[in-house]
Nanobody
Framework: VQLQASGGGPVQAGGSLRLSCVASERTFGRMVMAWFRQTPGKEREFVAAINLSGGATAYADSVKGRFTISRDTAKVTVYLQMNSLKVEDTAVYYC???????????????????WGQGTEVTVSS
């Protein structure tokens, strides 16, 4: 599965951005797609995940209430709507996918087999 992420860019604090991630194919099973983010010198951090079949979602506490993950199953695309952006949201955002994950694994970057290229989000004050 190849993943193509887009939608990053510069934005002022309090603003919004929507990231998109398109998968080249949908695998059978419990396909989960997720967003992680990373800043220099830090571990890749879980942001949000969604199950493509049932639509169940999970969020990091730091983005709850501000970010929304959604999916278009026909297009095998997930979106990350980011509102009320903060300077600390600045990072390179990566999308990931896997077809075998159980929910308890959704937040672990090591559990995902497929990754897209990053898209950079820069939030200025």
């Amino acid at each position: 599965v190849q993943l193509q992420a887009s939608g990053g860019g510069p934005v002022q604090a309090g603003g919004s951005l929507r990231l998109s991630c398109v998968a080249s194919e949908r695998t059978f099973g419990r396909m989960v797609m997720a967003w992680f983010r990373q800043t220099p010198g830090k571990e890749r951090e879980f942001v949000a995940a969604i199950n493509l079949s049932g639509g169940a979602t999970a969020y990091a506490d730091s983005v709850k209430g501000r970010f929304t993950i959604s999916r278009d199953t026909a297009k095998v695309t997930v979106y990350l709507q980011m509102n009320s952006l903060k300077v600390e949201d600045t990072a390179v955002y990566y999308c990931a996918a896997d077809s075998t994950l159980i929910r308890s694994s959704w937040t672990r970057s090591s559990a995902y087999d497929h990754w897209g290229q990053g898209t950079e989000v820069t939030v200025s004050s």
